[in-house]
């Protein structure tokens, strides 16, 4: 029966050049870098390559002293990769879900641990957020990427964005949050009565509130926030 043979199964998964340029959804869950030149990728994303590719991770003052504290500060795993040359390289994080976006001379806010590759083209800068760092373990951080390029982002599951409309301000548990409009500027705030009514720790009280005109990306999943060592 030839439905479960070797041969059906490379057929039915293999490698496809769907013709779309520098970055493919090659699945829902990976990402194909059709690669002459240079792309940034999370450290420890590449799952496979062909090609002549080298890898080199982020130098520490490579974005200047102010990018090199903000990491430091923040203890958190944004880590990122340079992979240079000619191939296609395949980038994938914890089986989450992969979304392209192409900027167009826009800025949008990436958590810093949903943020899977970028053009070159693109401006990118660490964001702490002060405010909340005392309230969460490791604190929180985002990436601002701005300019005109593809970058690609991570979600747990199918992603949600909420429009934020002046007078229609939009709440998020911060760690259900992936990515906002580059405009926008949450406030973080805490419920006291939230956090009484579920009993569960004061985490679980910190709200995320996104007021003016823009977009909130929020996935049906509540991401643990890793700290990165060394």
Not at 12 to 21: L, N
Not at 51 to 57: H, L, M, S, V
Not at 67 to 88: P, R, S
Not at 150 to 170: D, F, N, S, W
């Amino acid at each position: 029966m030839s439905r479960y043979s070797i041969e059906e199964f490379v057929n039915q998964t293999g490698q496809e050049d769907k013709g779309e340029g520098f970055f493919e959804l090659e699945t829902p869950r990976m990402l194909e870098v059709n690669l002459d030149g240079l792309v940034w990728a999370k450290a420890g994303s590449m799952v496979a390559y062909h090609g002549a590719i080298k890898f080199e991770r982020e130098g520490i003052l490579e974005h200047g002293l102010g990018t090199a504290f903000k990491k430091a500060l923040t203890g958190e795993g944004a880590a990122l990769m340079k992979a240079n040359g000619q191939g296609k390289l395949y980038l994938a994080d914890e089986g989450k879900k992969v979304i392209i976006l192409n900027l167009r001379n826009e800025s949008i806010f990436v958590n810093g641990n949903d943020l899977l590759a970028f053009e070159p083209s693109i401006k990118w800068e660490i964001k702490l957020m002060k405010k909340v760092a005392g309230m969460m373990a490791g604190g929180l951080f985002n990436i601002r990427c701005e300019g005109t390029g593809m970058i690609a982002i991570t979600t747990h599951y199918e992603p949600l964005a909420l429009r934020v409309t002046p007078g229609q301000p939009v709440v998020t548990d911060p760690n259900a949050t992936v990515a906002w409009s580059g405009n926008l500027r949450p406030v973080f705030q805490t419920d006291i009565s939230l956090k009484t009514f579920f009993g569960r720790g004061s985490g679980e009280s910190i709200q995320m509130k996104f007021e003016g005109d823009g977009f909130v990306v929020v996935q049906p999943y509540e991401e643990v926030r890793r700290v990165e060592k060394g």
